[in-house]
């Protein structure tokens, strides 16, 4: 059983799909929630949940003074979920934690990574979207990928409605790649592990 670290910075939905799936047959515990931002949604989950939730936040600081407190704070967990969580994490955290981080996006990776990915998907007209879950390396959203789960672009879509229907993908995909994951099924570098229709 992996120990894990989620980090967020807002509503926490992700989270909440990895908190309820994590008494199936025990792949991951989480053990500690940490948000950079005071007040998130997140936090509240977490802590209903039993777990112990803290805000680092990140204004006010240099990003590497930001990311020694994370790496404390972090101590004695095994992987780092990132949940939401709207920093980059640099080359000396990246590497500290070296293939022991994954991340949720909300594109079908290598298509749109970065910011906006539901407007830049409907603006590229494609016809599928979707969700990746990959190991965090110094690329930003290029590590290996773990697991996709694919949805149709709809006709009347908008960024928002697109978005709202890929979260019900996320919550579908992460707690399954994450246990993967943790029980060594998802080697770097296999073939994806996971591609749903949704
Ligand atoms: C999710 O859609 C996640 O994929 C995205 O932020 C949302 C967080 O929602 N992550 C990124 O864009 C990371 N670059 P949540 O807080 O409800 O899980």
Redesign the pocket.
């Known amino acids: 059983m992996k120990s894990v670290g989620v980090l ?8 909440q799909a990895l908190l309820d799936a994590q008494d199936a047959p025990g792949a991951y515990r989480i053990v500690r929630v940490i948000s950079n931002v005071e007040g998130a949604l ?1 936090l509240e989950r977490a802590r209903a949940a039993g777990i112990d939730a803290l805000t680092i936040p990140h204004q006010g600081k240099p990003r590497e003074a930001f990311e020694r407190e994370l790496d404390a704070a972090l101590q004695g967990c095994d992987l780092v979920a ?5 920093r980059v994490l640099s080359p000396w955290f990246v590497t500290a934690w070296s293939g022991r981080v994954l ?4 594109s079908l990776l290598p298509s749109f990574p970065g ?1 906006d ?1 539901h407007e830049r998907a409907l603006a590229a007209g494609v016809k599928l979207h979707g ?1 990746t879950v990959h190991v965090v390396t110094e690329a930003l ?1 290029a590590g290996p990928i773990i697991g996709q789960a694919a949805i149709p672009v709809l006709r009347d879509d908008t960024p928002e409605l697109l ?1 709202a229907r ?2 019900d993908a ?1 919550h579908l995909l992460y707690p399954r790649a994450l246990a993967a994951f943790a029980k060594g099924e998802a080697a770097l570098l296999e073939k994806p592990l996971l591609s749903a229709w949704t």
Do not use: K, V
Not at 8 to 15: E, T
Not at 103 to 106: A, F, G, L
């Open positions: 967020i910075s807002g509503r926490g939905s992700n989270l997140g990132l949940a939401g969580f709207m991340n949720i996006h909300p910011r990915t969700c959203d978005a890929l979260l996320e």
